[in-house]
C-alpha cells in the first residue's frame, strides 16, 4: 500500500510538472483573454458575451505573437515577442516551483534557488515553443557554408 502511494503520487507529480510545460507558452494569452474578458463584463457584456470576446482575444494574442515571430525577419523583433511570451511563463513557472518545492526542500533560500531554475526552465521552455513555427532563413545562419555540389571524380569532369 505504501508503495502504490509513493509511485501514484510520483507519477501525479510529474503528469502535473508536464503539463506545466505544455502550458508555459499560453500565460500572456490566457493573461490578456482575462483581462479583455473582465473588462467586457465589466461594461456589460453579460456572461456570455464576455468570455466570448475573452476567449478570443486570447486566441487572437496566441495566433499574433506565432505569427509575428514565423514571419518577422528581424532578429529584435522576435526576441521581443518571445521574451512578451516568456515573462509571464517565468512568474508562473517561478510560483509553481516554489509551491511543490515546500514539499521536500527545508530551507527557504534553497527553495528560492529551486524556484528560479524552474522558472528559467519554463521561460525557456516557452520561448522555444513560440518560435517552432520560425524558420531560419540563409542570411540568418551565420558561419554555415552552402553545400556545393562536387563531382565525386574531379578528374573525368574535365575531359
Known sequence: MFANGLV?????????????FALAVYGLPFFVALSVGMLAFR?????????????????????????????????????????????????AG????????????PSLAWRHVVACSGAACL???????????????PSESVGVLENTARPVLPAATHE
Not at 529584435?76 to 512568474?91: G, S
Not at 510560483?95 to 526542500?105: C, E, M, T
Open 43 to 91: 461594461h456589460g457584456t453579460g456572461v456570455f458575451g464576455a468570455l466570448l470576446i475573452g476567449i478570443a482575444s486570447g486566441a487572437l494574442m496566441l495566433a499574433a505573437g506565432q505569427i509575428g515571430v514565423a514571419v518577422s525577419r528581424s532578429l529584435a523583433l522576435r526576441v521581443a515577442i518571445a521574451t512578451a511570451f516568456a515573462v509571464p511563463a517565468a512568474i
Open 8 to 20: 501514484l503520487n510520483t507519477l501525479g507529480i510529474g503528469l502535473f510538472c508536464s503539463a506545466i
Open 123 to 137: 521561460s525557456s521552455t516557452a520561448s522555444a515553443r513560440l518560435t517552432v513555427f520560425a524558420k531560419t532563413r
Open 94 to 105: 517561478y510560483h509553481v516551483v516554489f509551491a511543490l518545492s515546500q514539499i521536500g526542500v
